[in-house]
Each structure stands twice: as C-alpha cells, then as structure tokens.
C-alpha cells in the first residue's frame, strides 16, 4: 500500500548540532509539507514544496530548509539546532492534480528533543 | 492572512452522548475548504470531515457533521452517540481553494469521552 514514513520517530540531540529529518512518500504526490506542532499552536507549516526542485517558506521557516531532488522525498534540515526547535514534526503530502479532493495525508511524526 | 479559532481547549461527554466542538475563523476569500482532523493518542493526523465553501449543504461522515454558517464564518463539529476512540485531539483547518494549498490550523481541542 502507499503510505508516507518519516525518520527517526524519535531524536535527541544537542544545541548546535544540524539535525535531518527525512520523509518519504510513495503516492507519487507533487505536494509536500513540514508542520512543526507544539503545544498551545496546533500545527504550523515550516516549509512546502509543489514538486521537484520548488521549495517555499512557510509561516515558521528561520532555521529550517528543505530540498526536493525527486518527487517521493522532502528531508527536512534544522542546520543549528536551538532548543526552541524542539517539537514534533509532520510531514503531508497531497496530489494538486486531483482537483475534486485535495486531502493532505500525514506521516507518522518525529519527536525531536534538543538539549 | 488567514486564522483559525478553537475557543474550546478541552472538552469532555460521557459515552453514548453528543457533543459540538467549535471553530471560527478569518478570511476575505470566498472560495475555500474547511477540515477537521483527528489525533488520537498515536498522533496520526486523520481527516475526519471535509467542507467545501461554495456548497450550502452541511458535510456528514457517519457519526461526525459539521455546522457550517459561512456568513459567520463558524464551522462547528458535531459527534453523534461519542465513543471511548473518539478520545483525541481535534483541529480545526482552512485552505483556500485554487491557491497554495497550505493548512492553518487552529490550536486544537482535546476531547475525552468517559464510560
């Protein structure tokens, strides 16, 4: 079956340390998305992609990026990491070309801890 | 830019009952979708119910309805006859439609259902 996978599920690193998250998705979906979530926000989007070499800033970007060199995988780097970043992370993917029904799937979630 | 509003941080309904989760939210679009998903204790984001803005008619999956008053800009959710899995985290999320399709969500409500 089609899914999407993040890893690590879990991960505890230290301040300053350049952290990747990976996300993997076999629905051949051009969309993808970076939700960080905490308490007391709810989700909030980090970074999306519209497919293969597009990346966008989202509403909490600064010291996060992404790249997309294909379509089944959007890594997410933190390239210092601060302790404000720990959190948990989602990655979505959704498919722009079915136009009746535009759902975002999720993965599972990576529990990031930054000490 | 857009917001969304859950009023409610926790709520609780006893087994078998009803219960109506809230959710307001800002836009100046006319054109666009409303969601609810669910996180259960495992964390997996699942899309319970789905309301496109143009259509008058209120979204029903099974046990789950929405109340949607676009005027106002409210878009409740309903839980018929609750159950012991419907003890989970509930957001509320907008997209605008023919746009970026990103999601904001609102902070979220946690739901227990108790025996």
């Known amino acids: 079956d089609a899914e999407i996978t993040q890893s690590p599920r879990h991960k505890i690193t230290e301040t300053g340390r350049q952290v990747t998250l990976a996300c993997h998705q076999t629905?051949?979906?051009?969309?993808m998305f970076w939700y960080r979530q905490d308490l007391g926000h709810g989700l909030r989007l980090i970074h999306y992609s519209y497919g293969v070499q597009d990346t966008n800033k989202g509403e909490v970007s600064d010291g996060y990026s992404v790249s997309r060199s294909n379509t089944e995988d959007l890594p997410l780097t933190l390239e210092s990491a601060a302790s404000s970043q720990t959190s948990v992370y989602f990655c979505a993917s959704s498919d722009s070309r079915d136009l009746t029904y535009n759902e975002q799937f999720f993965g599972p979630g990576t529990r990031l801890t930054v000490l | 830019a857009q917001t969304v509003t859950q009023s409610q941080p926790e709520m609780s309904v006893q087994e078998a009952e009803t219960v109506t989760l809230s959710c307001t939210y800002d836009t100046s679009e006319n054109n666009y979708y409303l969601f609810w998903y669910k996180q259960p204790p495992s964390r997996q984001m699942i899309l319970v119910i789905r309301?496109?803005?143009?259509?008058?008619q209120n979204a029903t999956e099974n046990r789950f309805s929405v109340n949607f008053q676009k005027a106002a800009k409210s878009f409740s959710l309903k839980i018929s006859d609750s159950q012991l899995g419907d003890t989970a985290m509930y957001f509320c999320a907008f997209m605008f439609q023919g746009g970026s399709e990103k999601l904001v969500f609102g902070k979220g409500t946690k739901l227990t259902v108790n025996p």
């Open positions: 309301q496109e803005a143009y259509k008058q």
């Open positions: 629905w051949n979906h051009n969309n």
